[in-house]
């Protein structure tokens, strides 16, 4: 950044959300109002970069917010050391399972309307029996019953009765299992406003288990609850924070896994650590912050896959620097691999230079069977004036089983350039797509998967 | 774009057998993906791969970057979006044969052509398609469902009012006999300001004999609601100047960001060439520097550029 002494204008806008810190909602949340500046300010970054450790950065983060933290605050830190320390309760041998009833009350969760639904999937034979078990709901794809079915087990309206307000193993499966299906049909607004039920997962009197010091709170849903709560208390500083929280956790966990020589339990926590860190990217870049988000991009550790370069180039790409994308392309990818050619073909695009991208996703498309490049390559098509080649691409892709939101958004695009009776043709796709094979990677649509 | 009217040229109180849709063609978007560990996974000793139906396209190869929240597979623009000044706006135009496939009539020689009316002194500029038609070919005779598309570019240089009028004409042929048609839409848009520039030019070392120097500063305000990066500022200097750079490029610094409403100041040193003073004084004693260029880019590599008018100073006399 360069910017010189004397802009007022960019001060004030990045430290515009600041004040959403302190909005009402926050209170009963024990995190930290003030955001340490390390996290926040690119040209702070450069004093943490360190080149092994993907987020060194979160030591700093976290021991700036310890400062910054009232005494009162609880937090977890290396639970066993806590636990042998630190808990009186257990001392007092009055240890008891913890009481979640209060996950259980059905007016936390919202009633799901089919009615976003088109008719050819909701008309189905493939619609699955009301009695069938959550497991098979989740391996078909039918993620929108999957989340009435956990609601239904949670609250204890289902055919199982009610639920044991101490199994906790159970609660936060299924509440994981309704929050992760609410992303995946497209409504996560609604999960962002249930999450809230949880509060503050940081509270150790409530989710950490007195006698082993665990947290009972499967990690896949405290990494959930991150994304969430910051949507669903709109504020996206949050989510920042509280990775780096997360990250200083699995940090001490890969710390005590290697000293029990305990392996997996070592790589499970390296991997985990590895996604936080792209997280906080994903994160940054939410807040807009671009800058910042390639800046922490490039502190992390590339495993040489090629998957770091285009993550870096793509960021570029999104804020429009086709030359530092190119860059990616040189430095970060090993010989042969595909990220080299999506990078180039996508800076093309970014250059308006299509027919040069077009010849690039062709030849990828010979050597590489991926949805991505032949949506790609349909798009390209459409910019060059070529829209019937580009359809024809995309309902091969169609015909073949595929029908992510972009390819199915893509092409009820194109049918609403090609007549003005489109209507007919995306119900037709809707009935097309509804008779694919269920599976765990999504059956049912909605209507605005094809602007419907 | 905002309002579409639909005057008719055409005599005939028919249905045209043809429809236009357009869409204007800004920069393709990069998905955004959040990738989850599958439900059924939880509690697990390794770590899962995400769920499938979590990633924005399904892949055999692994070239999605996941769990990062952007994917390299693209979106056609959603909405017409916000049109600047400095930007080129690029639209696509499909004519369609809109008959049933039982209908008797036939479709042939259909002719796109489109206009862009600008706010200044009301001119109108005939935009060049792409691609190209080929003299005699068929490609203009249009079967049922049949799509004829053209594309057009046009460089966005002043604030207002635009409106894109395309004019579609066609031969409705039937067994019997045949007609030429035409049908004309306007699609009305407002072109906004991207960048304000303010100038402002201060002597150096006025008193000293020899080269006059100046320095020239400028900030530039992004007032769009985008974020952009800025590419390149230039001085397109007058004949007997030579001017340095002092902005990021001569720092080797990192090309500048700015989100709407901030500022970047950039700073010009401006000289005579030779000791003896060339460079033309115009009769209200000013001297003329040249313009000031700024090229930037926004959204996925969409690019501006804008110059500023004739910039001077007063000569010290």
Redesign the interface.
Same mark, same amino acid.
């Given at each position: 950044?360069?910017?010189?002494p004397?802009?007022?204008?960019?001060e004030?806008?990045?430290n515009k959300s600041v004040t959403k810190d302190q909005g009402p909602l926050l209170k009963g949340h024990s995190m930290p109002t003030s955001t340490p500046s390390s996290l926040i300010h690119p040209e702070a970054h450069l004093h943490l970069t360190h080149p092994s450790d993907p987020l060194i950065a979160a030591r700093q983060a976290a021991a700036q917010a310890a400062q910054q933290t009232p005494p009162h605050r609880s937090r977890i830190s290396s639970p066993p050391a806590r636990s042998s320390v630190t808990s009186p309760i257990s001392q007092l041998g009055e240890a008891r399972a913890k009481d979640f009833s209060f996950l259980l009350r059905p007016e936390i969760y919202h009633p799901l309307t089919p009615l976003n639904v088109p008719v050819a999937f909701r008309n189905s034979s493939k619609q699955p029996s009301p009695e069938a078990p959550l497991?098979e709901l989740?391996?078909n794809?039918h993620?929108r019953a999957?989340a009435i079915a956990a609601v239904q087990e949670l609250t204890g309206s289902g055919a199982n009765g009610s639920i044991d307000p101490t199994d906790s193993?159970k609660i936060?499966?299924l509440l994981?299992?309704r929050l992760?299906?609410l992303?995946?049909i497209d409504s996560?607004p609604l999960a962002a406003q249930e999450v809230k039920a949880l509060e503050d997962l940081n509270d150790i009197r409530t989710y950490v288990d007195e006698t082993t010091g665990e947290h009972l709170v499967?990690w896949?849903?405290r990494?959930?609850n991150v994304?969430l709560q910051a949507l669903g208390f709109g504020d996206p500083r949050r989510a920042v924070m509280s990775y780096h929280d997360l990250a200083r956790e699995a940090r001490d966990n890969i710390a005590k896994a290697s000293a029990q020589h305990d392996n997996?339990?070592r790589?499970?926590w390296k991997?985990?650590l590895h996604?936080l860190g792209?997280?906080v990217?994903?994160a940054l870049?939410?807040m807009?912050d671009?800058?910042g988000a390639a800046h922490h991009l490039s502190t992390l550790r590339d495993r040489g896959d090629g998957?770091?370069a285009?993550?870096k180039a793509?960021?570029w790409?999104?804020?429009?620097?086709?030359e530092s994308a190119r860059a990616c392309a040189q430095k970060g990818v090993g010989e042969g691999q595909?990220?080299e050619k999506?990078i180039l073909a996508?800076?093309d695009?970014?250059?308006?230079d299509y027919e040069s991208a077009l010849e690039r996703w062709k030849g990828l498309r010979e050597t590489?069977?991926?949805?991505?490049?032949g949506?790609?390559m349909g798009?390209c098509l459409?910019?060059?004036?070529?829209?019937?080649e580009g359809r024809e691409i995309l309902e091969g892709l169609v015909d073949s089983g595929?029908s992510?939101?972009?390819?199915l958004?893509?092409l009820s695009?194109?049918y609403?350039?090609?007549?003005?009776?489109n209507r007919n043709m995306k119900l037709k796709l809707t009935e097309r797509a509804a008779a694919m094979e269920t599976?765990?990677?999504?059956w049912e649509k909605t209507n605005a998967d094809f602007k419907l | 774009m905002s309002h579409q009217r639909y005057p008719s040229h055409d005599p005939v109180k028919e249905p045209h057998s043809v429809?236009l @849709? /357009?869409?204007r063609?800004s920069?393709?978007s990069?998905?955004t993906q959040?990738p989850?560990?599958?439900?059924?996974?939880?509690?697990a000793?390794?770590?899962p791969g995400p769920?499938?139906?979590?990633l924005?396209?399904?892949?055999?190869?692994d070239?999605?970057?996941s769990?990062?929240?952007?994917?390299?597979?693209?979106?056609?623009p959603v909405s017409f979006g916000s049109a600047y000044v400095g930007e080129?706006f690029s639209c696509?135009l499909?004519a369609?044969n809109?008959l049933t496939p039982e209908a008797t009539k036939n479709i042939r020689d259909v002719r796109i052509e489109a206009e862009m009316k600008t706010p200044g002194l009301g001119a109108v500029q005939r935009l060049e398609l792409?691609?190209p038609g080929t003299v005699g070919a068929s490609d203009a005779d249009l079967d049922s469902?049949g799509?004829l598309? @053209? /594309?057009v570019a046009f460089d966005l240089k002043e604030e207002g009012n635009h409106v894109l009028a395309v004019t579609v004409s066609y031969y409705e042929a039937t067994e019997t006999s045949g007609r030429t048609r035409t049908f004309r839409k306007l699609y009305q848009f407002i072109c906004k300001a991207s960048l304000i520039v303010r100038t402002k030019v201060g002597a150096i070392n006025a008193e000293t004999q020899g080269k006059r120097r100046w320095v020239l500063e400028a900030?530039l305000?992004n007032c769009s609601e985008d974020?952009?990066?800025l590419e390149k500022v230039v001085l397109d200097v007058e004949e007997g100047l030579n001017y340095r750079d002092c902005?990021?490029e001569a720092?080797g610094?990192?090309?500048?960001?700015?989100?709407?409403?901030?500022?970047?100041?950039v700073c010009f040193v401006l000289e005579d060439k030779t000791d003896e003073p060339t460079v033309e004084v115009t009769p209200d004693g000013r001297i003329i520097f040249g313009s000031l260029g700024i090229g930037?880019?926004?959204?996925?590599?969409?690019?501006g550029f804008l110059s500023t008018g004739k910039l001077g100073t007063r000569v010290q006399r």
């Open positions: 950044m360069s910017d010189p004397g802009t007022p204008g960019k004030h806008s990045r497991e989740l391996a794809g993620f999957a193993n936060f499966g994981y299992t992760a299906c992303t995946l996560t499967p896949e849903l990494v959930l994304r997996s339990g790589e499970l991997a985990r996604d792209i997280q990217a994903g870049i939410e807009d671009l800058t998957k770091m285009l993550a793509l960021l790409l999104h804020l429009g620097n086709a595909d990220a999506i996508l800076c695009m970014a250059d308006a590489t069977d991926d949805e991505m490049v949506v790609n798009v459409l910019y060059l004036g070529r829209i019937h595929l992510s939101h972009t390819l958004f893509n695009t194109m609403e350039l090609c007549t003005e009776k599976s765990a990677g999504g | 429809s @849709k /357009v869409l063609l920069r393709p990069l998905v959040y989850i560990d599958p439900p059924q996974s939880v509690g000793t390794i770590k769920a499938p139906a979590s924005a396209y399904r892949s055999k190869a070239t999605n970057p769990p990062f929240l952007l994917s390299p597979i693209v979106n056609l080129t696509t499909c369609n809109d792409s691609p469902g799509t598309q @053209k /594309v900030q305000e974020v952009v990066q902005n990021w720092s610094s990192a090309k500048p960001v700015l989100h709407p409403g901030e500022v970047e100041q930037w880019r926004g959204d996925m590599g969409n690019r």
